[in-house]
């Protein structure tokens, strides 16, 4: 299964994992480190570099309680940074100029407008606002392909979701295994997830990460995710909600290199030895029968005679038994390996 998710890039089997990274607060308000982030995702190669468009009157309650860990309630922490909307067509441009695809997660119908104007080339649906079927709505007639990130949801509903979208005629959909918490200890993580929203519905799936590292990330990778989405910081030791978990620009690097490099061991499923294996290794490595002795031209050969052992150039073990008992053509020198016009 594949799709466009771009129009320079497919995903899906046999097509490379999709690297997005989710700025999140991470701009801390300011619009040149949000510049600073773009390039930098660019940079050390991610293939998508993601913001999030919230407006903190549209996102939450004035009366929602604090998070145990946070010190201001939702909405003040969401207002402090909440970024401006002019942003977006600032930082798409940056974007383009520099190869990397720019989207950002619409929290409300007038984001989705937004990013509708300045081309977007799909839409990523927050593991929250999972439930918010009429924003799922109003992004699913827009055409494009949508991500859903699946944190926090039950099974019921995720298909909620995915029903809402079909029924605009639109199949080009990506389930993301996430677990929304920040961090995320790993046991928390259940990566045997992604196989089984496989296995139940016929979308691709990826992951969002929200652990410490890059390392939950490259074993998702490893069972089939086909996007990995992380946090992304210029530096981890800033103030902010989303600072802490997020990765730096090396450990970015680290991640797309290691990435791409499993993709490359991955092979084609087809177990042969590889070509490189055969150039050299394969008959030196590998054994045959050779003479333990010296043997005459005549003499009938006995197991005594003969020993099994490296290199492959001579007979193949198996074939002892048959060796055993035929004559000698010629003399054989002792550790000399046995081929089949010796005997």
């Given at each position: 299964m594949k799709i466009k998710l771009t129009k320079d890039r497919f995903i899906g089997d046999n097509e490379p994992c999709y690297i997005?990274?989710?700025?999140?607060?991470?701009?801390?308000?300011?619009l040149e480190t949000a510049k600073s982030l773009v390039l930098s995702a660019a940079e050390n190669g991610a293939e998508a570099?993601?913001?999030?468009?919230?407006?903190?009157?549209?996102?939450?309650?004035?009366?929602?309680?604090?998070?145990?860990?946070?010190?201001?309630?939702p909405y003040k922490l969401i207002q402090k940074y909440q970024h401006p909307r002019e942003w977006l067509s600032i930082l798409s441009d940056i974007a383009k100029d520099n190869d990397i695809d720019f989207i950002s997660t619409p929290f409300d119908k007038e984001a989705v407008d937004i990013l509708e104007k300045i081309n977007v080339p799909y839409y990523k649906v927050a593991s929250p606002?999972?439930?918010d079927l009429e924003l799922i709505d109003y992004i699913a007639k827009k055409d494009k392909p949508i991500i859903l990130s699946t944190g926090m949801s039950y099974l019921g509903e995720i298909e909620d979701a995915v029903n809402i979208i079909l029924k605009n005629n639109n199949n080009n959909i990506i389930l993301l295994q996430c677990t929304t918490l920040y961090p995320a200890p790993v046991e928390t993580v259940n990566l045997k997830a992604i196989k089984s929203l496989k296995k139940i519905f016929p979308f691709l799936v990826g992951y969002s990460d929200h652990t410490l590292g890059i390392h939950i990330s490259l074993a998702a990778l490893s069972i089939g995710a086909c996007i990995i989405e992380k946090h992304f910081t210029l530096d981890r030791k800033q103030e902010g909600p989303d600072h802490p978990f997020a990765i730096q620009p090396n450990e970015l690097k680290s991640l797309t290199i290691k990435v791409r490099e499993i993709e490359k061991a991955m092979g084609d499923g087809f177990k042969k030895p590889h070509e490189l294996e055969l150039k050299e290794n394969y008959q030196k490595g590998k054994r045959s029968i050779i003479a333990n002795q010296d043997i005459k031209k005549g003499t009938l050969i006995t197991k005594d005679m003969l020993i099994v052992k490296r290199p492959g150039y001579g007979i193949k073990p198996k074939f002892l038994d048959v060796v055993i008992g035929r004559n000698a053509k010629i003399d054989i020198k002792y550790d000399q390996w046995i081929t089949w016009d010796m005997i």
């Open positions: 997005i990274m989710d700025v999140g607060a991470n701009h801390n308000g300011n570099i993601k913001f999030q468009t919230y407006i903190a009157d549209k996102m939450y309650s004035k009366n929602t309680p604090a998070f145990s860990k946070d010190l201001m309630t606002e999972i439930g």
